[in-house]
């Protein structure tokens, strides 16, 4: 390299370490204004201290964001490095949604213990199994119950993927089992992944006494292809689908909240659906469509987002439709752009309008 190509070197290594020094003094590097820090900036009784703690975890977080760092693992990095800042009281309050660890741990935020793969039916195997998750107060009340069913388009997902709304639940003081269960391709076709959430139903049901529940305040909640086995759990009363290791129980869940699920198989066919009911045109379409048992139906929250291109939010509006109906409660929370899943924001008000549902339903006061 001659002089001249020297020099130039060093003047764009001299400018590029300007640049980077000014982008990193940047304000735009330490603005605030993330829906994930005001979440937590606007909890109740945050002191001068808590605030400035918060603040360094974040522009830390954001930093590195800055230098390419993704997006997610910041995140789950910002909530897991504030919680022992905040209280208890505050704690309830924050999002816990996919910014934080999967797997539950025991004690996971003071205010519940976790209980992981207990098995729902016997001899026990290692899918149809469910974690706990049991409120520490020592009231003597019984407390309401919520099954929760993951999604996954009927052939993937996990309980462990889908556990902060069952944290949220928990900490808000339900009794809460997240389970697996048979999946498409590995035995879970239709009808036996729905008679796998019927088995662990009347398990739950049976576990009142040890998990001081109030059988009469048991709800079901799922997301999508869990929403679907919620409603059709919720809803459906066809003689031939029974618990196969607890035939004699009657155990029905009294409230249903579907997170963007399908509810008409006759009008909304699809491939997945095809490979979830092993193309039982004959009758599948129809014994496993909730929409099939809406005269039947408890009071139901639906919660959809308008731009969800996976399942259409016509699923939930018709099934809304279906239960006004046959004047039967229910509720439709319309998300504004959402798509499948929820975001922050949008989990927040899923997760605000579920428990004022259930606890409305349930006339259930968190203590």
Same mark, same amino acid.
């Given at each position: 390299?001659?002089?001249?190509?020297?020099?130039?070197?060093?003047?764009?290594?001299?400018?590029?370490?300007?640049?980077?020094?000014?982008?990193? #003094?940047?304000?735009?590097?330490?603005?605030?204004?993330?829906?994930?820090?005001?979440?937590?900036?606007?909890?109740?009784?945050?002191?001068?201290?808590?605030?400035? #703690?918060?603040?360094?975890?974040?522009?830390?977080?954001?930093?590195?964001?800055?230098?390419?760092?993704?997006?997610?693992?910041?995140?789950?990095?910002?909530?897991?490095?504030?919680?022992?800042?905040?209280?208890?009281?505050?704690?309830?309050?924050?999002?816990?949604?996919?910014?934080?660890?999967?797997?539950?741990?025991?004690?996971?935020?003071?205010?519940?213990?976790?209980?992981?793969?207990?098995?729902?039916?016997?001899?026990?195997?290692?899918?149809?199994?469910?974690?706990?998750?049991?409120?520490?107060?020592?009231?003597?009340?019984?407390?309401?119950?919520?099954?929760?069913?993951?999604?996954?388009?009927?052939?993937?997902?996990?309980?462990?993927?889908?556990?902060?709304?069952?944290?949220?639940?928990?900490?808000?003081?339900?009794?809460?089992?997240?389970?697996?269960?048979?999946?498409?391709?590995?035995?879970?076709?239709?009808?036996?992944?729905?008679?796998?959430?019927?088995?662990?139903?009347?398990?739950?049901?049976?576990?009142?006494?040890?998990?001081?529940?109030?059988?009469?305040?048991?709800?079901?909640?799922?997301?999508?292809?869990?929403?679907?086995?919620?409603?059709?759990?919720?809803?459906?009363?066809?003689?031939?689908?029974?618990?196969?290791?607890?035939?004699?129980?009657?155990?029905?869940?009294?409230?249903?909240?579907?997170?963007?699920?399908?509810?008409?198989?006759?009008?909304?066919?699809?491939?997945?659906?095809?490979?979830?009911?092993?193309?039982?045109?004959?009758?599948?379409?129809?014994?496993?469509?909730?929409?099939?048992?809406?005269?039947?139906?408890?009071?139901?929250?639906?919660?959809?987002?308008?731009?969800?291109?996976?399942?259409?939010?016509?699923?939930? #509006?018709?099934?809304?439709?279906?239960?006004?109906?046959?004047?039967?409660?229910?509720?439709?929370?319309?998300?504004?752009?959402?798509?499948?899943?929820?975001?922050?924001?949008?989990?927040?008000?899923?997760?605000?309008?579920?428990?004022?549902?259930?606890?409305?339903?349930?006339?259930?006061?968190?203590?």
């Amino acid at each position: 390299m001659n002089l001249s190509g020297k020099k130039i070197s060093i003047i764009l290594a001299i400018l590029l370490a300007q640049s980077l020094s000014a982008f990193a #003094q940047s304000p735009t590097t330490i603005q605030r204004n993330s829906p994930d820090y005001k979440s937590v900036a606007a909890l109740p009784g945050m002191t001068p201290s808590q605030l400035e #703690q918060v603040n360094k975890i974040y522009d830390s977080c954001v930093a590195r964001l800055n230098m390419g760092m993704p997006l997610q693992p910041l995140r789950r990095e910002f909530f897991m490095k504030i919680r022992p800042i905040l209280t208890s009281d505050q704690l309830k309050l924050l999002h816990p949604a996919a910014h934080l660890p999967s797997r539950p741990t025991q004690g996971d935020l003071g205010l519940y213990n976790v209980t992981s793969n207990i098995p729902y039916v016997k001899p026990p195997d290692a899918v149809r199994v469910g974690d706990v998750y049991l409120p520490k107060n020592e009231a003597k009340k019984l407390r309401p119950a919520v099954l929760y069913i993951h999604g996954g388009g009927w052939s993937g997902g996990d309980k462990l993927q889908s556990s902060d709304m069952p944290k949220a639940l928990a900490a808000h003081g339900f009794v809460v089992f997240n389970i697996n269960y048979r999946l498409v391709h590995a035995g879970g076709e239709f009808p036996a992944n729905f008679l796998d959430v019927k088995d662990a139903m009347a398990f739950l049901a049976s576990k009142s006494d040890e998990w001081k529940i109030d059988k009469a305040k048991i709800a079901v909640m799922g997301g999508s292809a869990g929403a679907h086995l919620a409603m059709l759990l919720g809803y459906s009363n066809n003689s031939k689908f029974k618990a196969p290791h607890y035939p004699v129980s009657i155990a029905r869940p009294m409230a249903v909240v579907s997170f963007y699920g399908p509810c008409d198989f006759v009008k909304g066919r699809s491939g997945m659906v095809d490979e979830m009911l092993a193309k039982d045109a004959a009758t599948g379409y129809v014994d496993a469509a909730p929409i099939t048992y809406a005269t039947s139906a408890v009071p139901t929250l639906f919660v959809h987002g308008t731009k969800d291109d996976v399942v259409s939010i016509r699923h939930s #509006q018709k099934m809304h439709k279906a239960l006004q109906d046959h004047n039967i409660r229910t509720e439709l929370l319309v998300l504004e752009g959402a798509g499948h899943g929820f975001a922050a924001d949008d989990w927040l008000k899923a997760r605000d309008a579920s428990i004022k549902f259930l606890d409305s339903v349930f006339k259930f006061k968190a203590e």
